[in-house]
């Protein structure tokens, strides 16, 4: 698992906001989170997230703040030579 620190997602009405992707899973952009407090929950999330095959976590597995922040689910991009 990798923190990659970023100048701006265009989510600016919703911060604190955080982008979760892995090569060939879904990706989730999830907002409204207090950034003071929100570590323990993301690092839940992540392990959820991580815990999975192709990205989904069903919506009631996943921690409160992701549930009500989610912005985004967006499918696997698909590389050259899969169908």
Known sequence: MRVKPVECLSVCKRPCTIAVS?????????GDLKADTAVDTIIDG???????????????????????GVIARIPPLKTSGTA
């Not at 892995?22 to 999830?30: E, F, H, K």
């Open 46 to 68: 992540l392990r959820r997230y991580a815990a999975t095959s192709d990205g989904l976590v069903p919506w009631r597995e996943r921690p409160e703040a992701f549930r009500k």
């Open 22 to 30: 892995a090569p060939g899973r879904w990706t989730y952009i999830y």
